[in-house]
C-alpha cells in the first residue's frame, strides 16, 4: 500500500509559478500512474494532469494545458506538478494519487490512494 505526501503549496500572486511535489512510500511506486487533483472551496474534486506508469503518457485538463506540466523520478519515488501562469481560479486544495499499472487517466475513481492535499492560494 503506497503512502502519498504532497508539498510546495502556497500563497502567490497572479502569473506565478510554483512547484507541488507528492513524495510516495511504501510501495512500488513505478508501477503507479500518478494524478493531480484539486478541489477548489464550494466545488466538487476536479482532475488536473496525470502521468502514466511507464511515464509515456501524460494527461492535462483543458483548463490547465500548456500552463502546468506533470513529471516523474522513479528513482526518488516522486511526482512533481509545475505550475506556471497562475490564476486566481486556480486555488484549490492539491491532491496527489495514485492508480496501479495506470495509464493516467481523469477519472478519480480509479485512484486507489490519495494523500492529504497541499493549499494553493493565488491572489488577484
Known amino acids: 500500500q503506497v503512502q502519498l505526501v504532497e508539498s510546495g503549496g502556497g500563497l502567490v500572486q497572479t502569473g506565478d509559478s510554483l512547484r507541488l511535489s507528492c513524495a510516495a512510500s511504501g510501495g512500488t511506486f513505478s508501477i503507479y500512474a500518478m494524478g493531480w487533483f484539486r478541489r477548489a472551496p464550494e466545488k466538487e474534486r476536479e482532475f488536473v494532469a496525470a502521468?502514466?506508469?511507464?511515464?509515456?503518457?501524460?494527461n492535462y485538463a483543458e483548463s490547465v494545458k500548456n500552463r502546468f506540466t506533470i513529471s516523474r523520478d522513479n528513482a526518488r519515488n516522486m511526482v512533481y506538478l509545475q505550475m506556471n501562469g497562475l490564476k486566481p481560479e486556480d486555488t484549490a486544495v492539491y491532491y496527489c494519487?495514485?492508480?496501479?499499472?495506470?495509464?493516467?487517466?481523469?477519472?478519480?475513481?480509479?485512484?486507489?490512494?490519495w494523500g492529504r492535499g497541499t493549499q494553493v492560494t493565488v491572489s488577484s
Open positions: 494519487a495514485a492508480d496501479p499499472y495506470g495509464s493516467g487517466r481523469s477519472a478519480s475513481y480509479v485512484y486507489g490512494y
Open positions: 502521468i502514466s506508469w511507464r511515464a509515456a503518457t501524460t
